[in-house]
């Protein structure tokens, strides 16, 4: 009898489940459920030692007697009860750096979109207006970067590598990628406003986060600056934004999350020229679940072992 029971809950779709499955063969001494209802996610729950989910909810909690390990399939944790899992005892483990790849090219693909004027382009052509506009060069400006994490780390590497100067924030700046020109501590967020011609929020929701990208931030950027928002849509202050961007006081905005999903129809972010709107899919790549159990495979390596302090990406 295997000693580890995994599950894979029903809120994933069919294919990804099974994708998941496929991957999860390769596990030793290990039993995979693949639960296909809500009922079979309960019933599975109860003997599960690890399980596969973007979150946790408390009847989850309730009836798991032998759970051991969460491991997310998000990079984020907002959506987990930290203090509910750290009393039970429950190591929990998140995918930070599956969505690096494709936010980064998403990012990318904005700032470039914004700055070789593509998207006004496209607008122009079906106005059938031939306009000779090119815009400017990207590698002529500089992207700073708010939380030079996994995402961050990589849409650094990328804006360095079309030629941008980057700067940045993290925590530890002793481990900022080396694609970063500057990078300053957290706390001095202000000396990478100041000099941003692009500005990608990159960071984790927190507490210390939510509503960071404030009126006063903005005000600090130049007035020509670019906010780039790919993390939580909270962590960037919503109206300040639109009336900074309806004023002039920033050139324009690619936004991929908002305070509220979807987007309200009376939102007035629709209607702004200058910004570009997207529903929340820069990490949606058909890799993602490949790259979801490549991070599980290694953590539960660490899971048999008795070593969860190895494991990758470790919150609790």
Request: hydrophobic share 40%; glycine share 8%; with cysteine.
């Amino acid at each position: 009898m295997s000693s580890h029971e995994i599950l894979i809950p029903h809120r994933y779709d069919r294919a990804d489940r099974e994708r998941l499955a496929v991957r999860f063969d390769e596990l030793d001494d290990a039993d995979v459920t693949v639960a296909t209802t809500p009922d079979e996610t309960l019933s599975g729950i109860e003997t599960a030692t690890a399980v596969l989910s973007p979150s946790v909810s408390e009847e989850w909690l309730d009836r798991a007697s032998n759970l051991a390990w969460v491991q997310g399939s998000t990079a984020g944790y907002d959506h987990y009860d930290l203090d509910a899992l750290e009393a039970a005892g429950i190591t929990l483990t998140t995918a930070s750096g599956v969505h690096g790849q494709p936010i980064g090219e998403w990012a990318l693909g904005a700032m470039l979109g914004i700055e070789r004027d593509l998207f006004a382009a496209r607008d122009r052509q079906r106005e059938g207006l031939w306009l000779r506009e090119s815009g400017g060069e990207l590698a002529s400006k500089t992207v700073g970067i708010v939380g030079l994490g996994a995402i961050g780390g990589r849409i650094a590497e990328l804006a360095a590598a079309v030629g941008c100067r980057v700067v940045g924030t993290k925590r530890d700046p002793s481990t900022a990628p080396d694609a970063v020109d500057e990078v300053y501590p957290a706390d001095e967020l202000d000396e990478v406003l100041r000099q941003t011609d692009y500005l990608v929020v990159a960071c984790p929701l927190t507490d210390e986060t939510r509503g960071l990208i404030d009126r006063s931030a903005m005000r600090t950027m130049p007035r020509d600056a670019v906010v780039v928002n790919i993390a939580r849509g909270d962590v960037v202050d919503e109206e300040a934004l639109v009336e900074s961007l309806q004023q002039g006081r920033l050139a324009g905005a690619a936004l991929d999350v908002f305070s509220t999903e979807p987007l309200p129809d009376d939102s007035p972010l629709w209607d702004l020229p200058n910004v570009l709107v997207t529903p929340h899919v820069s990490g949606s790549t058909p890799h993602y679940y490949d790259r979801v159990a490549e991070i599980f495979i290694e953590n539960y390596d660490h899971f048999v072992a008795g070593t969860p302090e190895e494991m990758r990406n470790r919150v609790v």
